[in-house]
């Protein structure tokens, strides 16, 4: 590799790179797309993105002073290329690894990251601030405040808010780039428009148009028509009317992986005052063939052989994801009714195979959050039944529309929280750490966690056939198989496991997975009591199971757990699975709790009777969580006079602080959440 990167060994920082003579740059482009390839093939990660802005990302260092002046990114995907030129090219190797660099642009990872990117549709309102903050300074002293947005992330409200509020003032300035890689605008960038772009951003036109402002200040009815004369033919000729509505000096379309005309136009733009819009066409996968005819695909990939590409044949996706995209498919087969509805996350919400078969009843509303929510209520007002789909850590966004629009009107409306719980590479932008605190207090919701893909299909009938406002939240994790079993017991790809779109669980029923044994003997006497404490358990002909379990042999153990105390588990989502073989190795109560609202409070007191500890297990944050709940209801208990018991609670979860990068595992160790870890804390409760 050193030997393919012979740039790129020398280069340490921004300062390198502007010290290259500009012939050079196009070989530093080469070598920048080269270790990108090379690396993410073998550490997983997002690739197309930052193949597309190579060019720019090397002409922004090379015509900018930076770290002094700041470049703003969003989406970070896109600053790959950013992190290699900027000294972390040897750490790129660790990307999205526990203790390794960060998934996307972190504050001050480097001077040269001055705001953390994570979500989209951030970059111009940061940059405005910063170019805010800036005009207290002398002119001659102001950084410049560069904005470079793309991926999709202009389709954003939060950049028209920005770009609408840029145009209040007229005193600061601010660059703003559009990395077009969707070709979302124009269609095409021909040479007229190429040419135009070069002209309008010099300093000569500049000062021409104005001073011909202020030749024309005192005749303003010319003035105005030469103004209208020039927008006309600009809008004839290019696509940026809309900007400079905004206030911007529209600059573009220009092609972005033209090296030298990219570096002038960024030369003259750099001594440009005011707002300036340049936008700038790319192709996304760009010097890597397998991306650039795929660029959805190789968006975000696993490791794979640079030469052969990535390996496309036929595999079950175990996703919860994949799940939720079959009851999709299954359930418009006989109801057009049904309406799915994303914010952006076709393919990785598993939607993809129910956009291509429902076309008519699939909605990609851009990545616009609170407009998804928006725009089901009234789908759902309209009579039809929108099912949302919306990664956890990104409904922050739209919490309003979970409040206003959803459930303070009792919409019909189902919520899938994608990604609830730990996410993992992507870092503490993207884990689910706070969507059972912020949904569990809004009324007129009820609230689910499955723990297996099954589970979660039938939730998703459950919540149809409820009518009401509803959220399911779910990992991002495998889980068990949804085909049909070959004769050697391997999963048929072909076959789709059968499952019925009218299996719906009780609202509120748990489901145990084991009573310890001394609850066993306990249960009443009375057939009719009997029956009804079986029911508030789960143990009943009305439940569904959310797993098919296969037997196998258990341990022995000593000093079980439950012969030093009566001890039940109460768990919200698939880590119950994890527990089973614990649960019934130290003869311990475990239960799939299921539903986060409404609570069987009924089954919560019955059990704060029975038991010496409750243990609830959630994979969401402590603070505020469901366990919190569960505690409160066993605090305001009354022991009953025959057992003259009232449980501790030992609450398990997410702590009081972001999760940075890692694997599942890795994530959940230093959560203490591993199956050894939930057992230490349950013995070092047992001896207080």
Known sequence: MTDELQLLDRIHDASDVRALPREALPQLCAEVRSCLIDTVSKTAGHLASGLGVVELTVALHYVFDTPHDVLVWDVGHQAYPHKILTGHRKELATIRQHHGLHAFIWRNETPYDLISTGHASTSIGSALGIAVAERNKPQDKRRKVIAIIGDGALSGGCAFEALNHAGAFKDIDLTVILNDNEMSISENVGSIAQGLSHVISSPHYVKLVEGGKRILKSLPTVRDLALRAQEHVKGMLMPGTLFEEFGFNYIGPVDGHDLPRLVALLQNIKEMSGLNFLHVVTKKGKGYAPAEQDPVCYHGVPTFDPEQGLNKGATEDKSYSAAFGRWLCDKAVTDRKLMGVTPAMRIGSGMAEFARKYPHQFFDVAIAEQHAMVFASGLAAGGLRPVVNIYSSFMQRAYDGLIHDMAIQDLPIILCLDRGGVVGPDGPTHNGSFDIAYTRTVPNLMIMAPSSRHELYYMLNTAYAYAKPCVIRYPRTTGESMMERNEDGTPNLERPERLSLDQQIPLGMV??????????????????????????????????????????????????????????????GPMVHDLETVAQEHD?????????????????????????????????????????????????????????????????????????????????QEQGLSVDQVLSQIKAALDV
């Open 511 to 572: 489901e145990t997975l084991h009573l310890a044994s001394f609850h066993q003997d306990r249960l009443s006497d009375t057939v009719e009591r009997r029956e009804h404490e079986r029911e508030l358990l789960g143990i009943c002909a009305s439940n569904v199971p959310s797993l098919k379990r296969e037997s196998g042999a258990l341990r022995e153990v000593e000093n079980k757990l439950g012969e030093q105390a009566k001890i039940a588990l109460l768990v919200f």
């Open 588 to 668: 311990l109560t475990l239960i799939n709790m299921r539903f986060i609202k409404p609570l069987n409070e009924e089954l919560i007191s019955y059990l704060a009777s029975r038991y010496d500890l409750l243990v609830t297990l959630e994979e969401g944050a402590k603070l505020g969580g469901i366990g919190e709940h569960i505690a409160a209801i066993v605090a305001n208990s009354v022991s009953t006079a025959r057992t003259k018991r009232k449980a501790r609670v030992l609450n398990l979860g997410l702590g009081d602080a972001f999760m940075m990068e890692g694997s599942r595992s890795e994530i959940l």
